[in-house]
């Protein structure tokens, strides 16, 4: 089983910074994709940001420029780096990843979710 977990959300100042980490733990292999998505009650869950294992990345049009994906391997964690932040980014961000279990212990692929951190950008 494998949990994702994030943390680093809170509200902020319109062109204000925050980082968001995601910590995955359990029995992983290898984590393929890490990747970030965002929701509102009025919009449908989007993607944000993605990184592979080899370390490409790609964004949303929306946040191009503005926001970074990164991961540590070792610690088998994801960042977003979001930098000049506006009103539109706030939401509920959620990190997947798409994870290969450990063969010891019945190892399969399949997407994990975390349980969402919120990010309001107001004043």
């Known amino acids: 089983q494998v949990q994702l977990v994030e943390s680093g959300g809170g509200l902020v100042q319109p062109g204000g910074s925050l980082r968001l980490s995601c910590a995955a733990s359990?029995?992983?292999?290898?984590?393929?994709?890490m990747n970030w998505y965002r929701q509102t009650p009025e919009k449908q869950r989007e993607l944000v940001a993605g990184?592979?294992?080899?370390?490409?990345?790609n964004y949303a049009d929306s946040v191009k420029g503005r926001f970074t994906i990164s991961r540590d391997n070792a610690k088998n964690t994801a960042y977003l780096q979001m930098n000049s932040l506006k009103s539109e980014d706030t939401a509920v961000y959620f990190c997947?990843?798409?994870?290969?279990?450990?063969?010891?212990?019945?190892?399969?692929?399949?997407?994990?979710w975390g349980q969402g951190t919120q990010v309001t950008v107001s004043s």
């Open positions: 997947n990843a798409d994870v290969r279990t450990s063969s010891l212990y019945g190892g399969s692929r399949r997407n994990y």
């Open positions: 359990g029995s992983i292999f290898v984590i393929y994709t």
């Open positions: 990184i592979t294992s080899g370390g490409t990345t």
